[in-house]
């Protein structure tokens, strides 16, 4: 599985943004989708994933009520919308895959693979 994520820029805060992650592969209903965020010298943090079964979501606390996960198994995309966004919202976006034993989305980055290149969201105050 290749993924390829897209859809960052420049926005305002309060403004929206959606980032779109392309699966090329097979994607299983074992499989989850998720998003990390990472800024230049941290560590690629969780956002948010998804089940492709589509059974199962998970959030950061710092982006519930205003990011929204979802995965469309026609278009083998795994979308995340972006709300009111926040200047700490700013860092690279990546987008990975796992297969994690229990089913459950699981927040460890090294867990993930496939991660191709992110897209860059930059929040200003």
């Known amino acids: 599985v290749q993924l390829q994520a897209s859809g960052g820029g420049l926005v305002q805060a309060g403004g929206s943004l959606r980032l779109s992650c392309a699966a090329s592969g097979n994607i299983t209903a074992k499989n989850v989708i998720s998003w990390f965020r990472q800024t230049p010298g941290k560590e690629r943090l969780f956002v948010a994933g998804i089940r492709w079964s589509g059974d199962g979501t998970k959030y950061a606390d710092s982006v519930k009520g205003r990011f929204t996960i979802s995965r469309d198994t026609a278009k083998n995309t795994a979308d995340l919308q972006m709300n009111s966004l926040k200047p700490e919202d700013t860092g690279d976006y990546y987008c990975?895959?796992?297969?994690?034993?229990?089913?459950?989305?699981?927040?460890?980055?090294?867990?993930?693979?496939?991660w191709g290149q992110g897209t860059l969201v930059t929040v200003s105050s």
């Open positions: 990975g895959v796992s297969m994690p034993l229990l089913g459950e989305v699981i927040t460890a980055a090294p867990l993930y693979w496939s």
